[in-house]
């Protein structure tokens, strides 16, 4: 199936700095999507991103699918951005929207 | 409007007993799945489905099985449970043509 790696593992910010995460996936894909964990274990939707850019606030992603790769930007990092990103792709020709998810990214942001 | 709303947010089995976990959702959405999370390994689909009445394997099926008899609902079963299956569970939905995952706030699941 479909590999996908997530860089780093683990990333700790002072408050105010900004930050790139990086998402590598080894086959074609037609679904991506960036995740937010919170410390308290919810997971919410950031991106659905299969291709482009697009922003949102302090958060960005583009999503370079002929290189295979998605990074996700967050600027003026704040606390409540602790928490750990996945990043999860569909293979194209998967169907039903079945996710493949990466390890993630463990982002503590101390002030 | 609750979303996807997960029921028991928390269990305590010993091995060997049965359970079920429930999903339900008020956004009308087609597809539902069933994933499970461990430390280091982010989540792993185990099954999911695409309407009522239908269900499929994800990666890690063994051991749990599923029913969908209604469009809003989507239980999963432990039959007899392993301390294995000790993790936390997260049901999701998405709309038809997106993709884009809705996920409940999770179910803890710990086998003795």
């Known amino acids: 199936g479909i590999q996908v790696e997530q860089s780093p593992p683990d990333l700790i910010l002072q408050e105010g700095a900004n930050s790139t995460l990086r998402c590598n996936f080894s086959?074609?894909?037609?679904?991506l999507q960036w995740f937010h964990q919170n410390p308290w274990g919810q997971l919410i939707n950031l991106f659905y991103i299969p291709s482009g850019t697009k922003q949102n606030g302090r958060l960005s992603a583009t999503t370079v699918a002929t290189e295979r790769y998605s990074l996700l930007y967050i600027s003026s990092s704040q606390t409540t951005d602790s928490g750990v990103y996945f990043c999860a792709v569909e293979n194209s020709g998967a169907g039903s929207y079945q996710l493949t998810f990466g390890k993630g990214t463990k982002l503590s942001v101390i002030p | 409007n609750a979303g996807v709303t997960q029921t028991p947010k928390f269990r305590v089995l010993k091995t060997g007993q049965s359970m079920t976990l429930l999903c339900a959702q008020d956004?009308?959405?087609?597809?539902m799945y069933w994933y499970r999370q461990d430390p280091g390994m982010g989540l792993r689909l185990i099954h999911y489905?695409?309407?009522?009445?239908?269900?499929a394997k994800g990666e890690v099926p063994d051991g749990y099985n599923v029913s969908r008899l209604k469009k809003q609902n989507f239980l999963l079963g432990l039959e007899s449970a392993a301390p294995s299956q000790t993790s936390v569970y997260f049901c999701?939905?998405?709309?038809?043509?997106?993709?884009?995952?809705?996920f409940g706030e999770g179910s803890r699941l710990t086998v003795l």
């Open positions: 999701a939905t998405s709309r038809l043509g997106t993709g884009e995952l809705f």
């Open positions: 956004m009308n959405h087609e597809y």
């Open positions: 489905s695409v309407g009522e009445g239908t269900t």
């Open positions: 086959d074609s894909v037609n679904n």
